[in-house]
């Protein structure tokens, strides 16, 4: 077991504020609800867990959260600064200066090395760290030059997350990053996530399906049809090696 670090959120500067956020989606006839009054705080260097089965409502709330969708009613803030009716010119901004995306599937360019396919947020990003840096901190230091077809799965989800960190984002959002992997594969790509977290003070928030990744998070959010049905906080984070399922 590994330390939490003592995180107390009530005292914590709130990094987003989300308050009764729905989203409803209209196909054909029928009206579909994503989100039901969702009420939320992320706070700034903590790690979520977003727990919850398919249809949960939790890819909808991190969409939101990353400026990438809007609610239907509610509101939601960044930093004190309102993301509801902000225009596609400001979102633009927000997500390529403060949010690092990292889905189930890599999205890495076939045609550029590891190296490269970093490069490209790191030349458009402010504040950036180098490619090589980044993917030292995901271990692949010896694969800058590599093609996306001679890493395997968990590289490539690697150097997806090397991306998303390079620019030094405030948050990190990541979409079931395990999903697509075995269990030893996804550990280790859970470890590089809890690193840039402990090592970056990147508040990081990762959706799952799998309640056995819980056990690395400060909180667990439990999500079920739209709604939040339980909030836990762990007194000590698990180490991603640890976990097992």
Same mark, same amino acid.
């Given at each position: 077991?590994?330390?939490?670090?003592? *995180?107390?959120?009530? !005292?914590?500067?709130?990094?987003?504020?989300?308050?009764?956020?729905? *989203?409803?989606?209209? @196909?054909?006839?029928?009206?579909?609800?994503?989100?039901?009054?969702?009420?939320?705080?992320?706070? +700034?260097?903590?790690?979520?867990?977003?727990?919850?089965?398919?249809?949960?409502?939790?890819?909808?709330?991190?969409?939101?959260?990353?400026?990438?969708?809007?609610?239907?009613?509610?509101?939601?803030?960044?930093?004190?600064?309102?993301?509801?009716?902000?225009?596609? =010119?400001?979102?633009?901004?927000?997500?390529?200066?403060?949010?690092?995306?990292?889905?189930?599937?890599? #999205?890495?360019?076939?045609?550029?090395?590891?190296?490269? #396919?970093?490069?490209?947020?790191?030349?458009?990003?402010?504040?950036?760290?180098?490619?090589?840096?980044?993917?030292?901190?995901?271990?692949?230091?010896?694969?800058?030059?590599?093609?996306?077809?001679?890493?395997?799965?968990?590289?490539?989800?690697?150097?997806?997350?090397? +991306?998303? @960190?390079? *620019?030094?984002?405030? !948050?990190?959002?990541?979409?079931?990053?395990?999903?697509?992997?075995?269990? &030893?594969?996804?550990?280790?790509?859970?470890?590089?996530?809890?690193?840039? #977290?402990? &090592?970056?003070?990147?508040?990081?928030?990762?959706?799952?399906? #799998?309640?056995?990744?819980?056990?690395?998070?400060? +909180?667990?959010?439990?999500?079920?049809?739209?709604?939040?049905?339980?909030?836990?906080?762990?007194?000590?984070?698990?180490?991603?090696?640890?976990? =097992?399922?």
């Amino acid at each position: 077991m590994v330390s939490a670090g003592a *995180k107390d959120v009530a !005292v914590r500067e709130a990094l987003f504020e989300a308050r009764g956020l729905s *989203k409803t989606y209209v @196909v054909g006839e029928v009206v579909v609800s994503a989100l039901a009054g969702v009420d939320l705080d992320l706070f +700034r260097g903590e790690l979520v867990v977003l727990l919850g089965p398919s249809g949960s409502g939790k890819s909808t709330l991190l969409n939101i959260l990353g400026g990438l969708d809007v609610p239907t009613h509610g509101r939601v803030r960044f930093l004190h600064h309102d993301l509801t009716n902000a225009g596609e =010119e400001i979102l633009t901004r927000f997500r390529r200066e403060h949010v690092g995306f990292v889905f189930q599937f890599y #999205n890495l360019i076939p045609s550029l090395t590891a190296r490269e #396919n970093v490069a490209l947020v790191t030349e458009i990003a402010a504040r950036s760290m180098p490619p090589d840096e980044a993917l030292g901190l995901v271990g692949l230091a010896d694969r800058l030059d590599h093609f996306p077809a001679q890493l395997s799965g968990g590289e490539q989800q690697r150097v997806a997350i090397a +991306r998303a @960190v390079a *620019k030094r984002p405030d !948050v990190l959002l990541c979409d079931e990053p395990t999903g697509a992997l075995d269990c &030893e594969t996804g550990k280790r790509v859970l470890e590089v996530l809890s690193r840039a #977290n402990q &090592e970056l003070g990147t508040t990081t928030a990762v959706i799952t399906h #799998n309640a056995a990744i819980a056990g690395m998070a400060d +909180r667990v959010i439990r999500m079920r049809s739209g709604s939040i049905t339980g909030i836990q906080v762990n007194e000590q984070r698990v180490h991603p090696a640890e976990l =097992e399922w």
